[in-house]
Each structure stands twice: as C-alpha cells, then as structure tokens.
Nanobody, 128 residues
Framework: QVPLVESGGGSVQAGGSLRLSCVVS????????MGWFRQAPGKEREGVAT???????TYADSVKGRFTISQDSAKNTLYLQMNGLRPEDTAIYYC??????????????????????WGHGTQVTGSS
C-alpha cells in the first residue's frame, strides 16, 4: 500500500485553477507535518505550502494569495487549491509527510529535511 498518493494535476491556461489531493494511508494523519513541494525541470525542489499538526499553514511568497493548503482528517486527505496558475508554477508537485519528532526551528520553514514519506508526484502545467 502506497502511503501517499497524489492526484489532480493537469494542464490549464494561465489564470486557471486546479486542486491537488493527497490521500494518506499511513498512521495518524492529523499528527503529521504535511506539505506540498514542487520541482521544475532544471531547478531544485522547493516548498510550496506546509501545514503543521495544529493546522497552521505556511506558504512560499510566490504562491501567497493564490494557493491554499487544507486537510480533511475524516478523509485522511491533504489538499492544495491552486488559483491563478502561472507558467512559472509548472512543475511536478509532491506531497510529503514528516511523521517523527522535529526541532522547533523546523516549524514554518517550508523545508523537507524531516519529511520521511513522499508521494510519487503529479504534473502541473500552467500554459501561457
């Protein structure tokens, strides 16, 4: 059983919207730090949006006001609502979870250093 499975990617015109979903099938979902990360061709992976176990979100400056991270504990699902997509949002988007203990400085960092579980990714393309 794959612990994290993403879906919802696709290709949209600039300004369009997509909603990514990540079904979590391992452990107690609500206890984890969860996040969406992306990697564009030729670029390093970057944090897009993360959510703490107390539901506090953090967003990269490039997506603030356009993307919203949320979770539904009853469905064990993490979401990323993406509005106003731009060509520069084009990347493979990965869902990740940090299930173990983390240092206090990690909170709100958008880093993936303590993420021990990853999905396979879903392609998002914003065309001009």
């Amino acid at each position: 059983q794959v612990p994290l499975v993403e879906s919802g990617g696709g290709s949209v015109q600039a300004g369009g919207s997509l909603r990514l979903s990540c079904v979590v099938s391992v452990g107690t979902f609500s206890n984890y730090y969860m996040g969406w990360f992306r990697q564009a061709p030729g670029k390093e992976r970057e944090g897009v949006a993360t959510i703490e176990s107390d539901s506090t979100p953090t967003y990269a400056d490039s997506v603030k006001g356009r993307f919203t991270i949320s979770q539904d504990s009853a469905k064990n699902t993490l979401y990323l609502q993406m509005n106003g997509l731009r060509p520069e949002d084009t990347a493979i988007y990965y869902c990740a979870a940090a299930r173990g203990p983390k240092p206090s400085w990690f909170r709100g960092s958008l880093l993936s250093a303590y993420c021990d579980t990853w999905g396979h990714g879903t392609q998002v393309t914003g065309s001009s």
